[in-house]
C-alpha cells in the first residue's frame, strides 16, 4: 500500500511538472482594419478609427494590416496641398499611434488612396509611403514595386499586399505574384495571405455592380488557388463578411471610417468592425476571426451572418471555419 502512495505521488508530481514546463501553442494575431477615411477631402477621422487604433494597443497584435482607403482622394477638385494634408492627417492620427505601439504595419493601396485614373493622388500616396518604408516593421521579401505592390514575412506568414485599387489588375502584377508565390519564401511559410482593396465578389447593394469588384473575377480565384493563396483579405464594401470558396478563404472588412454598409438582401444593421485573425501555431490553416464593432466593443458571432450573399458577379458562402476550431 504504501509503495502503491510513493508510486502515484511520483505519477502526479511527474504530470505537475510535465505540464508546467509544456510551453502552450502560440496564438500569431492578425489585426485587419480597413476604409477609415471620411468625405472626400477630409482631414477628419471618425472617432471609432481612434477607439478602434486604442483597442488594438491593448490587444497588441503580432502585426496590423490594412485594407486601404486610408485618405479620402479620388476626386480631380482636390489639389496637391489638400492631397498632402490628408496623408499628414493620417500620419499624425493614424500611423505614429500604431508606430508607438511597436507593432509591424502592412497596408494596401485603395481607390481613395491611389487610384490609377487619379495620377495626383497617386504620386502623392507613392511620395508619403516612401518617406515609411524603412519604419513599418516589415521584413520585405520584395520591395521594388513599394508602395502599389511588395510581398514580406512575419511570424512565417508570406503577405502579398498588390494593387487592387481598381478593378482591372496589369498582367505585370500576375506575373509578379506568381513569381512571389512561388518562390522558397512562399513554399516555407505557415500560410500566404494576399491583401487587396477590392474583393472578388459584392456582398452589399452600392457595389453590387462592375468596377467596384475584381474584374473576371473567376480567373481571379482560379489564379489564387493555383497559386496556393489560403486568404484574401479585401476592403471596399464597409461590411465584414467571411466568406470561402474551396480552399480559398476569402475575407471581406468592415470600415472603421464613415459609411458602414448593410450586407446584400439582409435585414441586420451596418455596422463598423475591425477583425483580429487569430493563427494557431499547431494548425495555422485552420484560422479564424474575432471581429468587433469599436463603439460597443461587442463580438460579431457568425451565426449572426447569412449563410450566403447572392451578387451580380458570384455567390459568397459563409465561411464555417470562421469561427473556431
Sequence with gaps: MKHLLIATLLLFTFVCLSWQETPRAKT???????????????TVYHPDVTTTLKALDSIKPDIILCGGDMVAGQKASLSKTQLQNMWSSFDSNVLKPIQQSKVPFGFTVGNHDASPNYQQDRQTAQEFWSTKRKHLGLEYVDDSNYPFYFSYQQNDIFFISWDAASAKINQEVFDWMEKQLQSKAAKRAKLRVLLGHLPLYAIV???????????DNENTANFFKKNGIDLYISGHQHAYYPASEQQLRLLNTGCIGEGP???LGHDSPATRTYTIIEVPANNPKMFNYKTFTPNTGKQIELS??????????????????????
Excluded: M
Design 28 to 42: 500569431i494575431k492578425i489585426a485587419v482594419i480597413s476604409d477609415l477615411n471620411s468625405s472626400y477631402g477630409s
Design 205 to 215: 447593394a452600392s457595389k453590387n455592380k462592375p468596377g467596384e469588384v475584381l474584374a
Design 261 to 263: 454598409r448593410p450586407l
Design 304 to 325: 449572426q451572418l447569412p449563410d450566403s450573399i447572392v451578387g451580380f458577379n458570384g455567390v459568397s458562402k459563409k465561411d464555417l471555419k470562421a469561427g473556431g476550431l
